[in-house]
Structures are given as C-alpha cells and as structure tokens.
C-alpha cells in the first residue's frame, strides 16, 4: 500500500533562517528514531489487513452475518481514511510529536480493548477508534524525520525505510494475521499491537524532536461531514447487499451520503482555512491521481477480503497457510517498489510506469476471474497474485510523485493527506461495493443448496461462482484506473521550473 504522506516541507520550513538545523551527528540516538517511526508506520498500514486472515474466525466467534463482516476492515480504513488530514492539522496546530503519541496512545488502548471484544458491536468500535488513533499519527511520521533529521543521507535513509514498510506493510499484514489466528487466536492480531504501542508511547519523547506549533483554524465540520457521508455510502451499500436496494434503510442511507456529502462541498468554499482546498483538483494530472488512487485500492482491498475467504473456504487452507499464500504478493510489491524509484523513474518518468502497473493490475484480476472450486494454488493463485503485487508496487510511488508534482508549500500536506484519504476511502467503497455483488449472488442461491445436507462441493462451488462475480467488477476497477493513467495523465506536469515536470526525480528530493 502507498506510504501515509505529510508535508515535508511545511516541517522543514519550520526552520527559518537564522535558525540551527542540527547535523546528523546531534541526533540523539538516530537509528532509535528512525526505528521508532518505522514500526509505527508498519503498524498502522499492517492493521489495515492483519485482521483479514482473521475474518473467517471472528465470524464465527462473534456471529457477523456475510455481508456485514466486511465492516470490521472498514471501520478501520473509513476512520482512517476520513480523519487523516484532521490529524495532519492537529499536528501542525497542536505539534507533531505530541499528536504523534496522542494518536498511538488511542490506537494502542483500542486494540486492547479490541482484543477482549464479546461482540461484533464492541469489535466494531474499537476498530473506529483504532483508526482515528491512527489518523492522528500517521500524518506526522514523515513530518518528524524533517524535523528530527537534517536534509541529506541520514533523512533519506530514513526516508526510504518508511517507504519500504509502507510498501510491503498491508500484503505482510496478512501472513502476519494468519500465523497470530493459527497459533494463538484471532484476538491476538489485535493484542499484539499493545507492546509495540507501549514502547513508541514510552520512547517517543526521548528520541523525537518536538516541531514548531503554526496557528490555524480546526476545520471540524468539513471532517465531520466528510467522515459521516463516507460511512453513510459504504453503510449504504452493504445494506444493499443483505436487504435490496429498495430498501428503506439502503434509500436512506445513500440520501444521507448524498446530503452529507454536499454539505462537505459547500464547508470547503467557505472556510478560511478548507481540511481540503479544492483547488488541489483543478490540476488535470493531480486530479486524475486522485482519481487512480481512489480505483486501484477499491480493488486491491476487495480483493484482499474475499481471497483470503476463498483461501480458507473453498481451497480449505489454514489461516497460516492463507497468510503464507500472500508471501509472493507481498515479495512483488516490495521488489517493484524498490526497483522503480532507483532504476525506472529516472529513466522513464511516471506516466509509462503507472501504465505498466496498472495494466499488471488488470491482468492479475483477469486471472481471479477464473477460479473456480477445482482451483489449485499453482497456477490458479501464483501467477494473479504475481501480476498484482507488481502492479501495485509500479503504480503507488509514481502516483504520488504525480500528486505532489508542482503542488505550492502551503497546499503539499494537504494534497499528500488527500492522497491517503483517497487511498483508504476508495478500499473501503470498494469493499462495500464488492460485498454488495457477493450478496446479490448469495441471495439467488435456492435455499436447498446451503442446507447441512447440501453436498459439500456444492457450496464450495457456489461460494467460488460468487467471488469470481465479485473479482469480475474488481477487473472492471483496475480497468477504470487504466484508463486513467493511459489518457488522463499527462507525460508532462506543470509546476517545475520551466513550468514542466517530467517526474524523472526521486520522490524524497522532491521532498
């Protein structure tokens, strides 16, 4: 998954001329800190998944009905997603650091809380509250190396290391949730994020650099009705998938969404200071990143979240060998995302990247699409799974690089924190819409079919017949995003020097 982002700049900014910027070697404990930001960073992008192994297992312990399991990662990512820039004002506002430990604090007593949940409402709960605890610290982790590091190999070393555990984190995750499920339970994908969290609480204040507060303005209304109208549409659509969309509930909640979302349109034109200045879209390329970034994690989540289930489900694997089944995903990523900003960005630029990724993407959907009860891992899965995780790691750094590409100082938290929001808002529809395709199959079985006395390849290849329906509107995703890249990004974006960016830089000199 792609890197939370913060601006890098407004914190380097905080050191006016006149000012002493420390040398590497005033850094206290340097290689602490960078391992302290690095494993929360890791933990924040693993929670986005490391419950996905899981999921089977929490259903049964906890009674979630089909369609409204899916919650259990969207509460998480909406959270997330929908309070990412509100935690990235906090930051500026209230300082970094302190906001920093203010969110891993709330992230770690949730997921204890979690933990012990007896119920799907108390899960449920805990897992918005893990993720607002994340937004609150997410934002200010690239923030605090530019004011932790000076400019130079000690901050892109620092760098680098957090763009690799975002990178690889969410496909991890997912061993990770396996092995905990397997051998131990599936509470513990949540306990063990209380030891790491105690620990970045505890040493943060001595290895971490407090950065200058700015004066500002909370835009709470534009986050509330951002927030609330996101959950009302992804509420909306997993309604649909158990009910109809006739339903009264599901006609609601879409008219609420609508409402809301209206309303978050209308705040942003009229506040002095917008959680999202809507200028940021009037750039064709950046606006069309967004666009990208939105499609390609509503496919990658969903495909996430019914996998694992066809893993464990159909092809009866453990939850340790449902993990250990994502290990050549999670192997692509990490090696694409380390080739591209070394060896293929400078050469070839950003557009001819994000079309290779995202036609990699197409092409791993393609092959889901075709799995059926009888499928066998080799070469049913490896070959999609190969393809995806290539893809993913082609397309996530150049479309950042496209994003940030010519932004002025003052909007560059604001469009790297949208970037993320989009990223988690458009996996959470994705799964809502996916789970609503799912529903509508499994509302069309004949009821004799999922009796106990029903054969068991029966509902094996059912269950099958209804993921690749679900994987056929994810390929219809990863096309959209095509798309996209291939006519609506420009080779060439405006905002450098010459009025053009070629994007042939590395993303952390951009920096």
């Given at each position: 998954m792609a890197e939370p982002m913060t601006s890098i700049r407004d914190a380097a900014a905080e050191r006016r001329p006149g000012s002493t910027?420390?040398?590497?070697?005033?850094?206290?404990?340097?290689?602490?800190?960078?391992?302290?930001?690095?494993?929360?960073?890791?933990?924040?992008?693993?929670?986005?998944?490391?419950?996905?192994?899981?999921?089977?297992?929490?259903?049964?312990?906890?009674?979630?009905?089909?369609?409204?399991?899916?919650?259990?990662?969207?509460?998480?990512?909406?959270?997330?997603?929908?309070?990412?820039?509100?935690?990235?004002?906090?930051?500026?506002?209230?300082?970094?650091?302190?906001?920093?430990?203010?969110?891993?604090?709330?992230?770690?007593?949730?997921?204890?809380?979690?933990?012990?949940?007896?119920?799907?409402?108390?899960?449920?709960?805990?897992?918005?509250?893990?993720?607002?605890?994340?937004?609150?610290?997410?934002?200010?982790?690239?923030?605090?190396?530019?004011?932790?590091?000076?400019?130079?190999?000690?901050?892109?070393?620092?760098?680098?290391?957090?763009?690799?555990?975002?990178?690889?984190?969410?496909?991890?995750?997912?061993?990770?949730?396996?092995?905990?499920?397997?051998?131990?339970?599936?509470?513990?994908?949540?306990?063990?994020?209380?030891?790491?969290?105690?620990?970045?609480?505890?040493?943060?204040?001595?290895?971490?650099?407090?950065?200058?507060?700015?004066?500002?303005?909370?835009?709470?209304?534009?986050?509330?009705?951002?927030?609330?109208?996101?959950?009302?549409?992804?509420?909306?659509?997993?309604?649909?998938?158990?009910?109809?969309?006739?339903?009264?509930?599901?006609?609601?909640?879409?008219?609420?969404?609508?409402?809301?979302?209206?309303?978050?349109?209308?705040?942003?034109?009229?506040?002095?200071?917008?959680?999202?200045?809507?200028?940021?879209?009037?750039?064709?390329?950046?606006?069309?990143?967004?666009?990208?970034m939105t499609l390609m994690p509503a496919t990658l989540f969903g495909t996430f979240f019914f996998l694992t289930q066809f893993l464990q489900e159909v092809l009866d694997f453990s939850p340790v060998q449902a993990g250990l089944a994502f290990l050549p995903l999670s192997i692509a990523i990490f090696a694409a995302s380390w080739i591209v900003p070394r060896l293929l960005l400078p050469r070839f630029g950003a557009k001819p990247i994000l079309v290779v990724g995202a036609t990699l993407i197409v092409g791993g959907m393609v092959g889901l699409t075709r799995l059926s009860a009888d499928t066998t891992y080799v070469p049913g899965l490896l070959g999609p799974l190969l393809l995806t995780g290539l893809g993913a790691g082609c397309s996530f750094m150049p479309l950042t690089m496209t994003v940030l590409a010519g932004v002025r100082p003052q909007d560059a938290g604001a469009a790297s924190g949208l970037l993320q929001t989009m990223q988690q808002s458009g996996g959470s529809l994705g799964v809502a819409i996916l789970v609503t395709v799912f529903g509508t199959a499994i509302r069309d079985v004949p009821g004799p079919l999922l009796s106990p006395s029903a054969p068991h390849m029966s509902v094996h290849a059912f269950l099958a017949l209804g993921m690749t329906r679900v994987f056929g509107v994810g390929t219809l995703f990863a096309v959209g995003a095509l798309l996209v890249t291939l006519l609506a990004i420009r080779s060439t974006v405006s905002g450098g020097p010459d009025g053009t960016y070629d994007g042939k830089v590395d993303m952390f000199t951009e920096l």
């Open positions: 910027t420390p040398d590497v070697g005033s850094v206290p404990r340097a290689g602490l800190a960078i391992a302290l930001l690095v494993i929360c960073q890791l933990m924040v992008v693993l929670d986005s998944t490391v419950v996905t192994i899981a999921l089977p297992n929490i259903q049964r312990s906890l009674h979630f009905s089909p369609t409204d399991l899916s919650w259990v990662m969207n509460a998480y990512t909406l959270a997330l997603g929908g309070l990412l820039l509100l935690g990235g004002r906090a930051g500026d506002i209230l300082g970094r650091r302190r906001t920093f430990i203010g969110g891993v604090a709330l992230f770690t007593v949730a997921s204890l809380l979690g933990g012990f949940a007896p119920s799907a409402v108390w899960l449920l709960t805990t897992r918005a509250a893990q993720g607002v605890g994340a937004a609150l610290a997410a934002p200010s982790v690239l923030a605090l190396i530019a004011s932790t590091f000076p400019e130079g190999p000690a901050r892109n070393r620092a760098l680098g290391y957090i763009s690799a555990a975002a990178s690889a984190g969410g496909s991890l995750g997912l061993i990770l949730g396996g092995m905990l499920t397997a051998w131990v339970s599936w509470r513990w994908v949540l306990f063990v994020n209380v030891p790491i969290g105690l620990a970045v609480v505890m040493l943060a204040p001595r290895l971490l650099r407090e950065s200058v507060r700015q004066p500002g303005r909370f835009d709470l209304a534009g986050a509330l009705t951002s927030s609330l109208g996101m959950a009302a549409l992804v509420y909306g659509f997993s309604r649909a998938a158990s009910s109809a969309w006739s339903d009264a509930g599901t006609v609601g909640a879409v008219g609420a969404a609508a409402v809301l979302l209206a309303m978050f349109l209308v705040v942003e034109t009229r506040v002095p200071q917008p959680i999202v200045p809507l200028r940021l879209f009037v750039d064709r390329n950046r606006a069309s990143a967004y666009l990208a």
